[in-house]
């Protein structure tokens, strides 16, 4: 199918490493989709998705789990990493936009006598770790719209392979079956409804199939935190996928696209046309390699490239009719056009340095868009917020990765969280307070 040697690394333009790249996803979305048609010939009533494990590949092995769960009718992310990574890791397929539920269909630690010595995969080996690790997981897949979370498995297998479960091959119960019972109890109480993500976080698909990858999915993934640390219920989506966009998202964030198809850019204008708020880092002159369009950021921005570069540097502008904001100290330029599309030339999620940049920035946008955000002023940095919506109640899911104490308020009801702790309020429509909990 590819008809050459398979090339990964070149110039960000090079056409056999994009031939490359995009033979693999096409490969790993018919595989996906054959299969889930395979299983529907014979149950055509059951949902089929494909579990894809965390990352995107590295070297010369490319995974694409966002584009090769289109055709799939959940999406379904398995994560063995380390906590802290796993949000952003599980929203790469998260099509919650497109209607498709999000789960995490494989996760667990690993704890057993023969890595008392050795621990090869670094996931710790004692019950307070395994603790840990089911608290962030169970609490941030419930809190990020998750519909279910399993773990894999329930009983480790005689024979002592992969020991990962909650209960011993002996059927004596792990300490932290008692605590993952406690946490499927309490957000039981909950009974759910729909939550549409009113944000998407649009993933260019050109450059993330050249030898700038890993570089974008970096970027992307801070974007991701960012998002996550606002407490914005958003989405991802391919940027080839844009015309699927539905009408109640309000706010779209695209970082570091670059190469930008004609079909995008309209589809982008007609967005911001109707009311919805843009933020844009990067140029986005480039229709595909060899074809520059100078007016795009012009008509879309209010900005005049006055140099083309390459990929992933600042963009050389001139400012026609935006209105200037300029962050001296750190070198950035941010324009905001019409009052509702935000330019960076310089784009910040390149740089692991701009968080703080990055969490003003992207929260002026949400907040100009009127998108939802579960972050309050009072809350402290090291505090993750969720709040899930239910029948008849509201769900809000604090996770305090800090190492102090920190207590929280929503609707008039307190809680003090410990440290590496989940906090839970139930709160009912009529203001009662009906759960409150810490895990």
């Not at 894809?52 to 789990?65: H, K, L, V, Y």
């Not at 570089?215 to 219920?233: D, F, K, P, Y």
């Not at 966009?245 to 079909?263: F, G, H, M, Q, R």
């Not at 400012?319 to 960076?344: D, H, L, P, Q, W």
Request: hydrophobic letters at 35%; one cysteine or more; aromatic letters at 10%.
């Amino acid at each position: 199918m590819l008809g050459q040697e398979p090339k990964t690394q070149g110039e960000w333009n090079d056409p056999d490493v994009y031939k490359t790249y995009q033979t693999a996803t096409k490969l790993q979305r018919n595989w996906a989709a054959n299969g889930a048609a395979g299983a529907h010939s014979v149950r055509p009533e059951t949902p089929v998705s494909a579990g894809w494990m965390q990352g995107w590949g590295g070297g010369n092995t490319a995974m694409e789990p966002l584009v090769a769960s289109l055709d799939l009718d959940f999406t379904d992310r398995h994560y063995y990493g380390n906590p802290v990574n796993m949000m952003p890791q599980v929203k790469d397929v998260d099509l919650r936009v497109l209607g498709k539920p999000l789960l995490v269909g494989e996760c667990g630690a690993k704890n057993h006598p023969t890595f008392k010595a050795y621990d090869p995969w670094g996931n710790g080996d004692d019950d307070e770790s395994y603790d840990y690790r089911f608290r962030y997981l169970v609490s941030h897949a419930f809190g990020m719209g998750c519909t279910a979370l399993l773990s894999w498995h329930w009983r480790d297998p005689m024979e002592g392979i992969f020991p990962c479960g909650l209960v011993h091959s002996t059927w004596v119960p792990r300490p932290t079956a008692a605590l993952y019972k406690r946490m499927a109890e309490t957000f039981g109480k909950l009974e759910l409804v729909d939550n549409p993500p009113d944000t998407v976080l649009l993933l260019g698909d050109y450059l993330r199939h050249t030898a700038l990858r890993q570089q974008v999915i970096n970027a992307e993934h801070r974007a991701s935190q960012t998002l996550m640390w606002l407490g914005a219920n958003f989405s991802v989506l391919p940027d080839s996928e844009l015309g699927k966009l539905p009408s109640s998202v309000k706010v779209l964030i695209y970082p570091v696209p670059y190469v930008v198809s004609d079909e995008v850019f309209d589809a982008l204008k007609a967005f911001v046309n109707r009311g919805g708020v843009l933020w844009l880092s990067g140029d986005i002159s480039i229709e595909k390699p060899g074809s520059v369009k100078n007016q795009r950021l012009m008509e879309l921005c209010g900005v005049k490239s006055t140099k083309l570069i390459p990929p992933l540097m600042t963009t050389e502008i001139e400012t026609i009719s935006a209105m200037t904001r300029t962050e001296e100290k750190v070198g950035i330029n941010c324009y905001i056009y019409k009052e509702n599309t935000f330019f960076c030339n310089k784009p910040l999620e390149l740089d692991g340095g701009r968080e703080k940049q990055m969490r003003e920035w992207y929260g002026m946008v949400l907040q100009k868009g009127g998108a939802s955000m579960t972050r309050r002023s009072a809350d402290s940095d090291k505090l993750e917020t969720f709040r899930v919506p239910g029948k008849g109640a509201t769900g809000w899911v604090f996770w305090n990765g800090g190492a102090e104490d920190v207590t929280v308020s929503r609707g008039g009801h307190s809680i003090t969280v410990r440290a590496k702790r989940i906090g839970y309020l139930q709160i009912a429509d009529d203001g009662a307070l009906q759960v409150k909990e810490e895990l």
